[in-house]
């Protein structure tokens, strides 16, 4: 048995039905959590992909604990990603003798916890934030200009002046 500062247990469930994009948006909720708080989290996640994570969480902690002599509440997930699969094609009949490609992807999850005490924290913890960019406040519309800063009406007057002459208006010839 090694020691607990290099250990690190590993579960993969490969060619799982569920697209990887879709995957990963589950995974992510449990990456950089304790045990505990992950099968909390995936619990009460709506996804069908969480049932999935679920199980390999289950597997990665059982494997701890048979394989390795850890408790599975002191574990921490270390690293979760899903990597792409082989993608099933298949047709479906369309109109006017046609076809269409459904492809039916597949993905590979992988879990690796670490014990809590030699685990180190990939998110930002809550007690020390990472330095914040300072908020602007709300865009205020300018003030407006005073008389000094205005050109005087008079010089705006002529250029106004020439762009309303309009050509005289022509009689129509159904007057006669």
């Not at 809590?116 to 913890?125: I, K, N």
């Not at 990472?130 to 003030?143: D, M, S, T, V």
Request: hydrophobic letters at 35%; aromatic letters at 2%; one cysteine or more.
């Amino acid at each position: 048995m090694s020691t607990p500062e290099t250990q690190e247990v590993r579960a993969s469930a490969n060619w799982v039905r569920i697209t990887p994009r879709k995957a990963r948006l589950v995974v992510e909720h449990i990456r950089g959590r304790t045990v505990p708080e992950a099968r909390t989290v995936l619990a009460f996640t709506q996804r069908a992909a969480a049932r999935e994570v679920e199980k390999l969480l289950r597997s990665a902690v059982s494997n701890a604990e048979a394989n390795h002599g850890l408790i599975g509440d002191d574990l921490f997930v270390k690293a979760a990603y899903v990597d792409e699969g082989p993608v099933l094609k298949r047709w479906r009949a369309r109109a006017r003798g046609r076809s269409a490609r459904i492809r039916k992807r597949t993905c590979h999850i992988t879990l690796k916890l670490v014990p809590v005490s030699t685990a180190t924290v990939t998110r930002p913890s809550p007690e020390a934030p990472a330095e914040e960019k300072p908020r602007r406040g709300p865009r205020r519309k300018a003030a407006p200009k005073t008389k000094a800063e205005t050109k005087p009406k008079a010089e705006a007057k002529p250029k106004a002046a020439a762009a309303k002459k309009k050509a005289p208006a022509k009689k129509k010839a159904s007057d006669s």
